[in-house]
């Protein structure tokens, strides 16, 4: 049997799904149910948090070890918000891929009020989450790295969709090498609906992309804000079930044409 490899972030994941666990992925997610409709077995490789550097880096090492098993595969991968940046820091970051690390805005945050104010609804237990977090870092030194990072590189749009499209056509061409099926999609369309203008390595980039494996729900309309859109019900921060279950119906068509 052919086994689904999902990579993303906590929207593949399932953070908030109701068999979710700190340590156990859903299986109610939308890739999980795109793996049932195409009646293959299910390895999900996402974890919250994560941004586009670790997604392409976890997808390809689990690919790799499924390989080497012998296992035939398909991939599906939900890219992440692109002001995620990952490193490989020389210390215990107390995350579960130490020394690596997903720093984004909300790492060196310490107004907890920005955080609420994504939230769709409140909930205590996930907001304890991130408060834990922002202690994590700051008790590391992550927070002032965090800090400086942004305020010198990654607050600029155009380092984001630098570092995001270049993980995507090097996760994209990894798998082509392999002759391995595979089906992108986005949590958040700003990947494509942006503000930066095309210079000649931005274009090189979005040029290498086959976007004949690239599925949006609407035009350039990523996984959440078509949630949204939809009148999906929501946790704190992140569709529910019916959001996953219906997606997967939606994507279903496109992932078997590939």
């Given at each position: 049997m052919t086994i689904l490899i999902s990579g993303g972030d906590s929207f593949t994941y399932g953070n908030e799904l109701d068999d979710a666990t700190p340590n156990r992925f859903s299986i109610r997610t939308w890739a999980s149910n795109l793996a049932d409709h195409m009646e293959m077995s299910y390895d999900c490789t996402a974890w919250g948090g994560h941004g586009n550097s670790a997604i392409a880096r976890r997808t390809m090492t689990a690919c790799q070890k499924h390989i080497e098993q012998g296992h035939n595969i398909f991939v599906t991968v939900m890219w992440s918000f692109p002001s995620r940046y990952e490193f490989r820091f020389t210390y215990d970051t107390h995350e579960r891929d130490a020394p690596w690390y997903t720093i984004t805005p909300w790492t060196h945050e310490r107004d907890q009020s920005v955080i609420l104010d994504a939230?769709?609804?409140?909930?205590?237990?996930?907001?304890?989450?991130?408060?834990r977090n922002q202690l994590t870092a700051q008790s590391t030194g992550l927070a002032d790295f965090s800090e400086h990072f942004f305020k010198d590189v990654g607050d600029s749009e155009y380092y984001e969709l630098y570092?995001?499209?270049?993980?995507?056509?090097?996760?994209?061409d990894w798998l082509k090498q392999r002759n391995i099926k595979y089906v992108y999609t986005y949590v958040d369309d700003c990947i494509f609906d942006h503000n930066t203008p095309m210079d000649?390595?931005?274009?090189?980039?979005?040029?290498s992309l086959d976007l004949t494996k690239i599925y949006n729900p609407g035009k350039f309309c990523g996984f959440f804000k078509w949630?949204?859109?939809g009148g999906y019900?929501?946790?704190?921060?992140?569709p529910l079930e019916p959001a996953h279950e219906n997606f997967a119906c939606k994507l279903l068509p496109f992932a078997e044409a590939i």
């Open positions: 939230f769709k609804n409140f909930k205590e237990t996930v907001f304890d989450h991130y408060k570092t995001t499209v270049k993980e995507m056509v090097f996760l994209q000649s390595y931005l274009k090189t980039l979005y040029d949630a949204q859109e019900p929501f946790g704190a921060t992140h």
